[in-house]
């Protein structure tokens, strides 16, 4: 396995402790998180804040792996998130594109059907 393919399955696994700070500390200082519904957000601290405010809610999520591909600084994960916010839920088809720099998240997108996650959450 690639160091790169390896470094997002641990972030894939860590979003099940809820942890923001954690999360946070995959990325590069100038890293960027883009929810491609909304727009991107760039740098460490606000991706933080950015992870913060949108799992406030969130009392359980367990990311299931589907399929990874890796070549180089690049790694594609497709997934199932099973996300909890109270007696709301939702499993939600996801696949994220990470660029990695120096073993750490460069560029995060993250395609999905935002209508699924409201839906489900809202």
């Keep these: 396995m690639e160091e790169n393919e390896r470094i997002i399955r641990e972030f894939i696994t860590a ?8 999360l946070a500390g995959f990325f590069c200082d100038d890293g960027v998180y883009h929810n491609m519904p909304a727009a991107p957000v760039e740098g460490r601290e606000n991706v933080e804040n950015f992870i913060r405010g ?17 070549r180089g600084d690049v790694v594609v994960a497709e ?13 939600l088809p996801c696949v994220g594109v ?9 560029v995060w997108r993250d395609y999905f059907d935002f209508a699924t996650y409201a839906n489900a959450m809202g």
């Design 79 to 91: 997934r199932l998130d099973r996300t909890r916010a109270g007696d709301k839920a939702v499993e």
């Design 54 to 70: 949108f799992t406030a809610t969130w009392t359980e999520t367990t990311w299931d792996l589907l399929n990874i591909l890796s």
């Design 15 to 22: 979003w099940s402790r809820l942890d923001p700070e954690e």
């Design 98 to 106: 990470f660029e990695l720099e120096g073993g750490k998240i460069k």
